[in-house]
């Protein structure tokens, strides 16, 4: 018989699983969810992509704040009292839930949408505004369908301890699916859109109660965020 002791476990800090806790219910209230977007042309499809999002988030029952980026500092490039980024971080803690939606410049995601993410705090007033809470991620393209901006939006959303959620949204030739008054048209990728939205309003409104509960974690029972971050960022005599 294999040896099923945990010697190494400081069994003050472990916990079984907690089905109440786990199970707690969302709430009446309607789900808050913050859309990003990752460009600053006058005719941006990042933006008129979110404001679709934004529109079927509402029509789920979700209250939507949408933030425009225009004006706001490049990270480190002021302080946080700045108006832009305190708009944005207050919107950040408000939020149960955000969408990222960038275009995908030169391969990647776009500076402006970078710009955002990195100027919400992992931890900002003992509050994280992140952690726990959802995420949705879209990109739209200039030529044919690539997932490199939500594959990077993924990662970011995963250091942010965001719960990101499995569907996503990639509309190539963005120019091609809007009309003159930018609505998106009907097609395959504006039904994806509606998924994409939906699936977010689900899993908000599943974790939204829950939230403290499921990114409690073990290792930071045993060693608190102030020892750690004494331990590695000690300097060798």
């Known amino acids: ?19 109440a806790s786990l199970l707690t219910p969302a709430g009446e209230a309607p789900i808050r969810i913050l859309l990003l977007y ?16 934004a529109r079927m988030l509402r029509r789920l029952g979700a209250d939507t704040r949408v933030f425009d980026p225009s ?15 305190a708009e944005l971080r207050e919107l950040a803690t ?13 391969g990647a995601m776009t500076g402006i949408m970078k710009a955002q993410i990195d100027w919400i705090p992992l931890n900002m007033g003992g509050v994280r505004p992140t952690q726990g809470k959802t995420l949705a991620v879209m990109q739209v393209n200039g030529g044919s369908q690539s997932f490199n901006a939500v594959n990077q939006l993924r990662i970011l959303g995963r250091w ?13 030739k963005a120019f091609m699916e809007f009309d003159e ?9 504006y039904n994806r859109i509606v998924d994409v939205m939906e699936e977010l309003v689900k899993f908000t409104r599943l974790t939204r109660g829950c939230r403290d509960y499921l990114v409690d974690r073990y290792s930071e029972r045993v060693e608190t965020p102030e020892a750690v971050s004494a331990r590695v960022n000690q300097r060798s005599v």
Request: overall charge negative.
């Open 71 to 85: 004006g706001l500092p490049l990270p480190d490039d002021a302080e946080a009292d700045h108006p832009k980024v």
């Open 38 to 53: 990752g460009s600053l042309r006058e005719r941006s499809y990042s933006k008129l992509t979110a404001l679709e999002g």
């Open 160 to 172: 942010m301890r965001l719960i990101t959620i499995p569907n996503q949204s990639s509309v190539p």
């Open 181 to 189: 008054d930018g609505r998106m048209k009907p097609s395959p990728f």
């Open 94 to 106: 408000w939020a149960d839930g955000f969408v990222w939606s960038s275009p995908e410049r030169h």
């Open 1 to 19: 018989m294999s040896d099923e002791t945990t010697p190494n476990l400081v069994e003050a800090a472990f916990r079984p699983i907690d089905d």
